[in-house]
């Protein structure tokens, strides 16, 4: 028997409608000629029955490719979401927790560190990046932060990125089981 399960449909199984981004969308995996076959259904047009002949049932949001394109790469990846969210304030927590997660992002490769100069009274430093996802150039201000801060920084940066991280996972984790079978057995 070839194992071999295709990439979610983009159209509905029994009506052939084409899914929209974000719609619950339930897939099916059964045998058929001794290959396992991919069926995907509208919320609507799957019948609970359906689920007899199957291996497995479940329930999935359809991600359209070009909408999820048209989305910022920011949604992607919280460390890149926290860093814009930080990096135009004026506390200097957030200034520090934009210092480290601009270090992180450039140690993942995301950005190129440009320049780094002391601002006229040398009071206070800034690195020039460039984001390599959008080609963007972005100024990071160090204005000579205190231990202190850099630590609330980092302290503030690990509770958020564990909070958006646990937040991805949840959904991602909780998707809702239409039927479960095993081997054509209804549980």
Avoid at 15 to 44: P, W, Y
Avoid at 143 to 150: D, G, H, K, V
Wanted: glycine share 4%; with cysteine.
């Amino acid at each position: 028997m070839e194992i071999r399960i295709g990439k979610p449909g983009r159209e509905c199984a029994a009506t052939e409608r084409s899914f929209e981004h974000g719609e619950t969308v339930v897939s099916m995996v059964k045998i058929e000629n001794q290959a396992l076959v991919r069926l995907d259904f509208a919320r609507e047009s799957f019948e609970p029955e359906m689920a007899s002949s199957a291996l497995a049932v479940w329930e999935t949001e359809y991600i359209d490719p070009r909408v999820a394109e048209q989305e910022p790469e920011e949604a992607y990846s919280p460390l890149r979401k926290l860093f814009y969210d930080a990096v135009e304030s004026a506390d200097r927590v957030e200034l520090a927790k934009a210092f480290l997660a601009a270090q992180l992002l450039r140690r993942q490769k995301v950005f190129r560190h440009v320049k780094e100069s002391a601002e006229g009274d040398g009071d206070s430093r800034v690195a020039l990046f460039t984001d390599r996802i959008n080609n963007r150039l972005i100024e990071v201000r160090d204005p000579n932060l205190t231990f202190a801060e850099m630590e609330q920084g980092r302290t503030r940066l690990v509770e958020q990125l564990s909070a958006l991280e646990a937040a991805e996972n949840e959904e991602a984790a909780q998707p809702e089981e239409v039927a479960q079978t095993d081997h054509g057995q209804s549980e």
